[in-house]
């Protein structure tokens, strides 16, 4: 299979889709690598390294997508890339569609088969392919929110840790999946005031075992959001229905009740956010103020230690790009349904049914796209 990887374009992107390491196992194994000139830069791998592992340097975007069976990126297609799709080609990537009407149309119009990282699953329930990353922008989460309540960049002036004889930062964090219980991690680790909220048991009994008095858990309803909402120096939104828009957990009447220079962290701006006054923001401008509470809402916080990242994702999804370059995509999809719930467009059609939901646009079910 011609497989191609170009640089991506998202304000300060800074990922790639495959490494060189990746493209020396997708040409061992006979397929032809086809790599923009400079797509490795941001994670310190240059032209020269692709070419030694295998792959086949070209000048610009446009030729790679006009040749390659399968396209292999890090974020979601940009307008101009979306409009070098064809009809049959595979794109292999992150897509976050759900909050993302104008993204979706496109790819239903460009005819391809669009596999999403985001929806593919395992055989514990989990989502392998977003955990390397959702565990990167947990831990980010708290170095973004401890850096957002500095005074100068128009927070409280708190530090997480306090010091000996002044109380530490009150830090809450909605949801104790793999965001969540990251972003505990780290704001534990600096010696914060952590609570972790979180709507199963199981989870909460989870997170008392491993943190035992390092952190608190309370279950998560209307009450105890809104009193720790109210109570907390830094407030991070880990919360996600898999393929779905999230949920506006903290509304704007809610902000009236917190501190003056607090701080928002909603690292599910991907799935359009779990604050209510939450937009997308850039790793150029990340922050705004609303009603005294600052807002960081960067849609692609990974991207900013780039070469972690990289090397985290490829480590999960190399082997699914051998298998579909290795079978095609319909038997690849046909033999792996872990695989196969990764399909989100195909020929026209909204495969998965969270996307069609929340878009109100016609299902067709995966498996119709295999016969």
Known sequence: MIVGTVKEIKNHEYRVGLTPESVHELTAHGHHVLVESGAGEGIGASDALYER??????????????????????????????????????????????PDPE?????????????????????????????????????????????????????????????????????????????????AQMAVGLGADVTILDRSPEVLEKLGMYFEARAKTRF???????????????VVG??????????????AAMLQTMKKGAVLVDVAIDQGGCFETSHATTHAD????????????????????????????????????????????????RHDPHLRAGLNIWDGKVTYRAVADDLNLPYTPAEEALN
């Open 286 to 333: 990340p922050t705004y103020i609303v009603d005294g509470i600052v807002h960081y809402c960067v849609a692609n916080m990974p991207g900013a230690v780039a070469r972690t990242s990289t090397y985290a994702l490829n480590n999960v999804t190399l082997p699914h790009a051998l298998r579909i370059a290795e079978q095609g995509w319909k038997a690849a999809l």
């Open 220 to 234: 998560s309803n209307r009450a105890s959001l809104a009193e720790c909402v109210a109570d907390a120096d830094l």
């Open 103 to 183: 993204q979706t149309r496109d790819l239903i119009a460009s005819g391809a088969t669009c596999i999403a990282y985001e929806t593919v699953t395992d055989g514990h329930g989990g989502l392998p392919l977003l955990k390397p990353m959702s565990q990167v922008a947990g831990r980010m989460a708290i170095q973004a929110g401890a850096t957002a309540l500095e005074k100068a960049h128009g927070g409280r002036g708190v530090l997480l840790g306090g010091v000996p004889g002044v109380l530490p930062a009150k830090v809450v964090v909605i949801g104790g999946g793999v965001v969540g219980f990251n972003a």
């Open 53 to 98: 592992a295998g792959a086949e340097i070209i000048a610009t975007a446009a030729a790679i997508f006009a040749t390659a069976e399968m396209i292999v990126k890090v974020k979601e297609p940009q307008s101009q890339e979306r409009a070098m799709l064809r009809p049959g080609q595979i794109l292999y990537t992150y897509l976050h569609l759900a």
């Open 238 to 251: 880990a919360v996600l229905i898999p393929g779905a828009a999230a949920p506006k957990l903290v509304s």
